[in-house]
T-cell receptor, first 113, second 116 residues
Framework: RKEVEQDPGPFNVPEGATVAFNCTYSNSASQSFFWYRQDCRKEPKLLMSVYSSGNEDGRFTAQLNRASQYISLLIRDSKLSDSATYLCVVNIDWDSGNTPLVFGKGTRLSVIA | DGGITQSPKYLFRKEGQNVTLSCEQNLNHDAMYWYRQDPGQGLRLIYYSQIVNDFQKGDIAEGYSVSREKKESFPLTVTSAQKNPTAFYLC???????????????FGPGTRLTVT
């Protein structure tokens, strides 16, 4: 079983729509969780950290469900500029914090005018 | 401005040649990482370093080597032993910090290596 799994998409949605992605992780010891955004041929950039029960940042909401071992990302009022690949990322070692992250392969979102 | 720089952005080499990719950060981060990304694939960890003069192999270290002589710098050498070196190489760094941002990594712009 893969450590971090995501639906690769693509998710094609109209502007203004609400879209949600899920990501499952296999290691129950996972301690911290992140969503990164990667534009085509660019480096990943941190979108949101998800440390406890989830958090919200403008149009973006991230949720964590430890019992079912998944995190989700909700994007409201989608903009054309939201088109990108969204990477689910998990950190297993809490104490150190500097151990490698485990990356999902990403979910591609395309927002259409 | 603080950040991570990688150079060059594009690099072309002939098969059989070693090549070194540069990664420098001025974020005062303790840890640095090298990843490889192939088209349509996720990031795969090559090497990482948590402290100067120390580094660990990642999932795909074969055919690569690194050094960490300075906190700011973590160069990656792609050797001729690497069977499929053509890829997008990303360097990242992270710090424990005091703001609870454990584990957050920041990436450089990447180097696209093509070996023919």
């Amino acid at each position: 079983r893969k450590e971090v799994e995501q639906d690769p998409g693509p998710f094609n949605v109209p502007e203004g729509a609400t879209v949600a992605f899920n990501c499952t992780y296999s290691n129950s010891a996972s301690q911290s969780f992140f969503w990164y955004r990667q534009d085509c041929r660019k480096e990943p950039k941190l979108l949101m950290s998800v440390y406890s029960s989830g958090n919200e940042d403008g149009r973006f909401t991230a949720q964590l469900n430890r019992a079912s071992q998944y995190i989700s990302l909700l994007i409201r009022d989608s903009k054309l500029s939201d088109s990108a690949t969204y990477l689910c990322v998990v950190n297993i070692d809490w104490d150190s914090g500097n151990t490698p992250l485990v990356f999902g392969k990403g979910t591609r979102l395309s927002v259409i005018a | 401005d603080g950040g991570i720089t990688q150079s060059p952005k594009y690099l072309f080499r002939k098969e059989g040649q070693n090549v070194t990719l540069s990664c420098e950060q001025n974020l005062n981060h303790d840890a640095m990482y090298w990843y490889r990304q192939d088209p349509g694939q996720g990031l795969r960890l090559i090497y990482y370093s948590q402290i100067v003069n120390d580094f660990q192999k990642g999932d795909i270290a074969e055919g690569y080597s690194v050094s960490r002589e300075k906190k700011e710098s973590f160069p990656l050498t792609v050797t001729s032993a690497q069977k499929n070196p053509t890829a997008f190489y990303l360097c990242a760094s992270s710090s424990l910090g005091t703001s609870g941002k454990l584990g957050e990594q920041y990436f450089g712009p990447g180097t696209r290596l093509t070996v023919t």
